[in-house]
């Protein structure tokens, strides 16, 4: 416990030296989904979101199911892919 104690305060020096991160945004991140087109029409799977991901350099992916509610703040980093009740993609955008 005592070790705890002490090495406490080095790991709170650790955390306010980096750079706080900005919401909403990663650096380096900005969504372009110029070339996301190719993707409508396939099914929403894990390997299709990450290869959505990497053609638009998203940071973040949010799938948006029928009926489901969507915050509006924008991010640019962040994707988001659109699908209909079969849970093929309809869309995607950036924000």
């Avoid at 305060?9 to 087109?37: D, F, K, W, Y």
């Amino acid at each position: 416990m005592r070790r705890l104690a002490l090495l406490a305060p080095a790991l709170l020096v650790a955390c306010a030296a980096q750079q706080p991160p900005v919401h909403g945004e990663t650096p380096g991140r900005i969504c372009n989904a110029a070339e996301a087109n190719r993707f409508i029409g396939q099914p929403g799977t894990s390997e299709t979101g990450a290869a959505i991901l990497r053609a638009t350099n998203s940071a973040v992916l949010r799938w948006a199911p029928p009926g489901y509610m969507l915050t509006m703040d924008f991010s640019p980093s962040r994707v988001t892919v659109r699908l209909d009740a079969a849970y093929k993609i309809t869309a995607i955008n950036c924000g």
